[in-house]
């Protein structure tokens, strides 16, 4: 037996385990396997691979040293008897004993989701390090576990590798649900932009006109347009994305906004819009009681149903948001209702006909909450924060991001936090992930370390900033809220002192620490991660150099300009374009 060099408590595991104990004698991890399955469907064999492969495990046919075992079982061989037949169908089992993986499970997911669960001891592991021997037993707490794909930087931008990517990161942490929008837009610029379907329609080509789109790209370093229609329906890419995420056990559920104003159906199908007091069609809104209104939501509907479910449609959700701003259909039949009362009907009828098309369950949005249809017509739950929100960092297809977003009760510091929470609704004392658990864990413990260092460098040189010269990095404008101006600038840096050498260093630092990883694409874990913080820590040390430049008397015109290209860079969806038009004008200041 070897000496045991991370012991268990050194793993780290995301979500955390419910039940690991500790057996006798030692493993020593090896990225070299062979991999044996029992009852698992091809689909799902050919899944656990790629999970393997993505945490760095070959499998190979004639490793005898390194073996995993992957089987799935009749439910009255396990001991599960207090557990919900939805949360015993994500059980599982992992014993790591003398280099013989045996991952069991009831079920197909549960089974993948085994597999991952040694993923994650192999990468915070690491290969050829010696571990106890352990038996791992998890199982969810049985609710959905998803996210729902920002509509304006998402579906209009994405192909089929944005979405790959997307999947993959949710089934890293066991999200079992994806809310993807189908209705798009053409410009992430902020200004005027044009709604788009994102589903091919092939009897009405009138629902999928040809458009311009516009996006920053960071790794062009500008804005670039493209005109036709969005990849989504051009490629007809739905399909693909339902398919792929059936191998990962993530449904994905359409999102249809019902009220209109984020919806361009009733601008491309007329007779569904809502009409003004002469009774013409204003294109802005549906009218909630037309009946050309449920024909085409039903007929529209019907054929998502068939073309890419079959007969094992996944959930619908219906978007009621903003309704109460919404001007009143001014038609004959909604004249006598208020706004409210008719679209609470055409919700109503909405969710009874999606339901009879076979849909499982239907999930009506309204002021950030959801409220869970099921077939028997019920409101089954009301479900706080079970959604984050998909998106690109810097309004690009590019980087593809998963984060919390803002207004969702808890304050979660990462994805895998969030996941966690999600999947110990029913322990949340065992729902606790910190950043430096899900770095370490996914990173590996050498990169994963580096990065944890280099973040701590970035907070150093963003606290010395906001303290000495009033600047937040995060907002790209005065720490205390108050506009940036040059006169404010130069006065705050002449009285930095020494704390602006320390940004500087500091971010250097992070600069000179991540360089490498980001000119390695390939084998950087966290690439998107270690690009945001490289664009924080360019902000940063620009920013340093302008106040120095201002305190020696200097234009520090170039060094403004840096830094701007580097927020350019970011474009992280929290920051406005309003935020970056400070330091421009400070630019235009310095010039005159």
């Not at 001007?327 to 208020?338: H, V």
């Amino acid at each position: 037996m070897s000496d045991i060099t991370v012991p268990l408590e050194d793993l780290r595991l995301i979500p955390n385990p419910r039940d690991v104990q500790l057996l006798e004698g030692t493993t020593e991890l090896s990225e070299d396997v062979r991999l044996v399955t029992s009852n698992v469907l091809p689909l799902q064999r050919k899944t656990m691979r790629s999970i393997l492969s993505s945490a760095g495990i070959r499998v190979v046919a004639n490793k005898k040293k390194f073996i995993i075992e992957i089987y799935v079982k009749d439910a009255d061989e396990f001991d599960m008897p207090d557990l919900l037949p939805e949360q015993a169908a994500e059980y599982y089992e992992v014993e790591i004993r003398d280099n013989l993986v045996t991952v069991t499970s009831p079920s197909q997911v549960g089974a993948l989701w085994g597999a991952l669960a040694f993923t994650w001891v192999f990468r915070s592991g690491g290969k050829d390090q010696v571990i106890p021997n352990m038996l791992i037993r998890d199982w969810s707490s049985g609710k959905e576990r998803g996210i729902m794909v920002d509509c304006t930087r998402g579906g209009p931008f994405m192909r089929v590798e944005h979405w790959q990517q997307l999947l993959d990161r949710m089934e890293l942490v066991r999200l079992n649900h994806l809310a993807a929008r189908i209705i798009g837009r053409s410009d992430t610029s902020g200004s005027d932009d044009e709604l788009l379907l994102l589903l091919q329609d092939e009897e009405n080509t009138d629902l999928n006109p040809e458009t311009t789109r516009r996006w920053y790209s960071p790794g062009r370093g500008e804005w670039r347009e493209e005109t036709g229609r969005v990849p989504m329906v051009d490629l007809d890419l739905w399909g693909n994305v339902v398919n792929v995420a059936n191998e990962r056990a993530i449904c994905i559920a359409p999102v249809i906004d019902i009220v209109g104003r984020q919806c361009p159906i009733p601008r491309l199908v007329p007779e569904t819009s809502a009409k003004d007091k002469d009774g013409n069609p204003t294109g802005e809104a549906f009218c909630p009681s037309a009946a050309a209104t449920r024909d085409f939501l039903k007929d529209f509907c019907g054929k998502i149903v068939e073309r890419y479910y079959g007969s094992e449609p996944h959930p619908f959700h219906i978007d009621l948001t903003g309704a109460e701003d919404e001007a009143c259909c001014q038609c004959a039949d909604c004249a006598g209702k208020s706004r409210k009362d008719a679209l609470d009907e055409l919700a109503v009828w909405y969710c009874e006909m999606l339901l009879g098309l076979g849909v499982p369950r239907v999930f009506v949005w309204q002021g950030g909450q959801a409220v869970v249809k099921s077939a028997d017509g019920e409101a089954v739950a009301t479900r706080h924060g079970t959604f984050a929100e998909a998106t690109s960092a810097d309004k690009s297809p590019e980087t593809l991001l998963v984060r919390v977003r803002d207004h969702h009760p808890g304050e979660f510091e990462n994805i895998a936090e969030f996941a966690t929470a999600m999947w110990y609704t029913d322990a949340p004392e065992k729902a606790s992930v910190t950043v430096e658990d899900w770095t370490g864990a996914f990173m590996g413990r050498e990169q994963g370390q580096v990065v944890l260092t280099a973040k701590a460098n970035l907070k150093k040189a963003a606290t010395a900033l906001a303290e000495s010269c009033n600047f937040c990095v995060a907002t790209c404008r005065c720490a205390d809220g108050t506009p940036l101006t040059l006169a404010g600038l130069t006065a705050a840096a002449k009285g930095a002192g020494a704390a602006l050498d320390e940004a500087s260093q500091a971010a250097r630092a992070t600069i000179d620490a991540l360089t490498p990883f980001a000119e390695d694409k390939e084998s950087c874990r966290e690439y998107d991660t270690v690009c945001s913080i490289l664009a924080d820590a360019e902000i940063a040390a620009g920013m340093a150099a302008v106040c120095k430049a201002l305190v020696a008397g200097d234009a520090a015109r170039d060094q403004l300009i840096t830094t701007i290209r580097a927020i350019e860079v970011r474009q992280s969806y929290w920051v406005a374009d309003t935020q970056q038009e400070e330091l421009s004008r400070i630019l235009a200041e310095i010039d005159g």
